[in-house]
């Protein structure tokens, strides 16, 4: 059904991909520098939209056809809050504090290429002072979890082994893969491809769920939440803010709500959008409603676990390219700022993880990838710990 949809087996879709996918980590990256205590969490998803914006912006501007921007808004949903926390201006803000545990989530796409990411830190640590106990646990396993993960998700192997590994991983820190947390296969304008790779084993082991083999030239957005709780979801007060069109069709009765499809259409198609940046909020907050009753619009609700659990996540995109899965998003990750009294001890696991994830490719790409990617990574750790200068000594 889909075999007229490019897929990366052309170099120019590749090519858009890591565009975006640049843009994500740079994006990700100053947002990370900018939750400071005390900063307000709405200013900061509203600048981060404004920066994904800014920067896919400056891409293709020749071709005035080319869709690009934002392909999930920005989040910031701190401790116990799970997922899509991103609050109006007509609602209580929240305020960062020192020792919160922050999960960062967005995506841009150039021209419907789409590549998203999300990322975990404590505010505060380092590694003199790390984070310890329950948010030191979150860390590393969903860390851990997704690393294993992206080692997994490659053509021949299957769906469900991801799903294993990463509960088999957080049962190592005493957490919980999130249920109904599910990663996507990504195609141009669709965030939400029909190949799924569930979190939750009870979930994947049920009769509805498929499992497939990863395939050749297909991306995926891998995306892993862990808690330290029972790893179930509700939603509290925080108001559902982010939306997407979905594939239905019906007659909307009210004028505000077919006024608001056609805005929705118009402005965004099939990619997710914060009520926010509607001119009019309050008209969208009320034309919102009936497109959600008739499932021509998909919320995505805020959810949380319980008070006092910790969440962790990381998410990245993956090319699955002839010479092996590519990591296109997601920042370096600096174990050193977390110390946690557990530890992988399944030996399987711990030869995958000892696995190199950076696919082969000629030797001279591989060096040049290599350079780059280590003096990221020297450049990152002196960032993240304000490290003595030794660490640039090459």
């Known amino acids: 059904m889909d075999g007229d949809l490019p897929t990366i087996s052309d170099d120019l879709v590749v090519t858009k991909y890591k565009m975006a996918a640049e843009i994500v980590n740079k994006v990700l990256k100053e947002m990370v520098e900018a939750c400071t205590p005390g900063s307000s969490v709405r200013d900061l998803c509203i600048l981060g939209d404004k920066k994904l914006v800014e920067e896919t912006g400056k891409a293709f501007k020749k071709d005035k056809k080319l869709t690009k921007g934002i392909a999930f808004p920005t989040c910031i949903s701190c401790n116990n809050c799970i997922c899509h926390y991103s609050p109006l201006a007509s ?41 310890t106990g329950k948010k030191a646990d979150a860390v590393m396993a969903a860390h851990l979890a997704s690393e294993a993960a992206l080692r997994l998700v490659k053509p021949g192997n299957d769906n469900i082994e991801v799903t294993e590994t990463v509960n088999k991983v957080a049962d190592s820190f005493e ?142 995109t993956v090319l699955l390219m002839p010479n092996g899965p590519q990591k296109i998003t997601g920042l370096p990750f600096d174990a050193a700022l977390y110390k946690s009294e557990k530890a992988v001890e399944d030996q399987e696991i711990l030869t995958l993880l000892k696995q190199s994830a950076n696919p082969k490719a000629a030797k001279k790409k591989k060096k040049a990838a290599e350079k780059a990617v280590s003096e990221e990574t020297v450049e990152k750790k002196v960032d993240d710990t304000e490290a003595a200068p030794t660490l640039v000594e090459q």
């Open 91 to 131: 609602e209580a803000d929240s305020t960062l504090s020192d020792g919160d545990l922050v999960k960062i989530d967005m995506a841009a796409h150039i021209d419907g290429f789409i590549a998203t990411v999300a990322h975990t830190f404590v505010i505060g640590a380092t590694a003199e002072n790390p984070a």
């Open 175 to 316: 957490c919980k893969p999130v249920e109904g947390m599910v990663s996507h296969q990504l195609e141009q304008n669709k965030i939400d491809g029909d190949k799924t790779i569930l979190l939750s084993l009870t979930e994947a082991q049920s009769k509805e769920h498929d499992t497939f083999a990863f395939g050749l030239h297909e991306v995926y957005g891998v995306d892993v939440l862990v808690s330290t709780g029972d790893g179930t979801n509700k939603e509290k007060d925080a108001k559902t803010v982010i939306f997407k069109k979905t594939d239905m069709t019906y007659m909307l009765k009210m004028k505000t709500s077919r006024e608001f499809l056609s805005q929705v259409t118009k402005t965004y198609g099939q990619m997710p959008f914060n009520l926010r940046n509607f001119e009019e909020e309050k008209k969208a907050r009320m034309g919102v409603v009936e497109c959600v009753k008739h499932q021509v619009i998909q919320p995505f609700h805020v959810l949380y676990e319980k008070e006092g659990i910790s969440v962790a996540q990381f998410k990245f």
